[in-house]
């Protein structure tokens, strides 16, 4: 069974930074490329950022180029995002997202920027 | 960026009924591989979005068959042969030929 976990959410000031990661597990981690996607409250969702197997290949959202990054590791089966600079417009549910046709998502992590 | 427009927005249904849902792309969706990356999701209340349909008409594992997906270029549509209570939610159309974008969401809700 494919499972994602994401840890890191939590309450940050404006202009801090978090880490969050998302464990998977259940599939060939390394043969996957994995996303992340993130829902406002009561809003819709909103596509973040993506790599490929080996991270050759990443895209950002505008929204967030320059303040995030997204990384993994393979022997952990681990993918990371980075988020710097944090805004209050980047409150959200954070969603990790198994491949570009999103088989399996995450159960989220909340990430609240606030002073 | 694509712009995924989805018709309606709410969609009041009775059990039983069929059920519909457009989504209409601002360019059309087919990438230079051939394929067409048009995915249906479905997010019921307090649960992350679940995939239904993938590359426009392909269930994906353990979806009902009652789901249904079809389309080209830039009209799709999915559909619901029979509503049924677990189906209230909200679904949302995605494309992933270009950067991701979604559509706005159409809540489902029983009549």
């Known amino acids: 069974e494919v499972q994602l976990v994401e840890s890191g959410g939590g309450l940050v000031q404006p202009g801090g930074s978090l880490r969050l990661s998302c464990a998977a597990s259940?599939?060939?981690?390394?043969?996957?490329?994995m996303q992340w996607v993130r829902q406002a409250p009561g809003k819709g969702l909103e596509w973040v950022s993506r790599m490929d197997t080996d991270g050759t290949f990443i895209t950002y959202a505008d929204s967030v180029k320059g303040r995030f990054t997204i990384s993994r590791d393979n022997a952990r089966n681990t993918v990371f995002l980075q988020m710097n600079s944090l805004r209050v417009e980047d409150t959200a549910v954070y969603y990790c997202?198994?491949?570009?046709?999103?088989?399996?998502w995450g159960q989220g992590t909340l990430v609240t920027v606030s002073s | 960026d694509i712009v995924m427009t989805q018709t309606p927005l709410s969609s009041p249904v009775t059990l039983g009924q069929p059920a519909s849902i457009s989504c209409r792309s601002s360019q059309s969706l087919v990438h230079s591989d051939g394929n067409t990356y048009l995915s249906w999701l479905q997010q019921r209340p307090g649960q992350p979005p679940r995939l239904l349909i993938y590359?426009?008409?392909n269930r994906f594992s353990g979806v009902p068959d009652r789901f249904s997906g079809s389309g080209a270029g830039t009209d799709f549509t999915l559909k619901i042969s029979r509503v049924e209570a677990e189906d209230v939610g909200v679904y949302y159309c995605m494309q992933a030929t270009q950067f991701p974008t979604f559509g706005q969401g159409t809540k489902l809700e029983i009549k």
């Open positions: 259940g599939f060939t981690f390394s043969d996957s490329w």
């Open positions: 590359r426009v008409s």
């Open positions: 997202v198994k491949d570009s046709s999103a088989s399996n």
